[in-house]
């Protein structure tokens, strides 16, 4: 069974840094891309920022450029973001998710996501 599992949420005052892990396990994703999204209260899930299997390619919204980075460690099955410089509208509920076709869309693999509440 499929399974990811993130961690590393938390509340931290603005300006401050978290660091977030997505372990996969079931199988491995390695050639998979992987990415993080968001949810605000009363907003819709966003992309935020994704990953190729290889880990050279990455795309970033755009408010997020500078400030975070993704990373990946396939022989750990394991993805990261590291997130600098944070801003009380990074406050979300932050998902890790594998994409599983061309594109990202519903069939993808999501974790159970984490609370990131960054506080002014």
């Known amino acids: 069974q499929v399974q990811l599992v993130e961690s590393g949420g938390g509340l931290v005052q603005a300006g401050g840094s978290l660091r977030l892990s997505c372990a996969a396990s079931g199988r491995s994703f390695s050639t998979n891309p992987m990415g993080w999204f968001r949810q605000a209260p009363g907003k819709e899930r966003e992309f935020v920022v994704a990953i190729s299997w290889s880990g050279g390619i990455t795309d970033y919204l755009d408010s997020v450029k500078g400030r975070f980075t993704i990373s990946r460690d396939n022989a750990k099955n394991t993805m990261y973001l590291q997130m600098n410089s944070l801003k009380p509208e990074d406050t979300a509920v932050y998902y890790c998710?594998?994409?599983?076709?061309?594109?990202?869309?519903?069939?993808?693999?999501w974790g159970q996501g984490t609370q990131v509440t960054v506080s002014s």
């Open positions: 998710a594998v994409r599983r076709g061309v594109s990202w869309g519903p069939n993808n693999y």
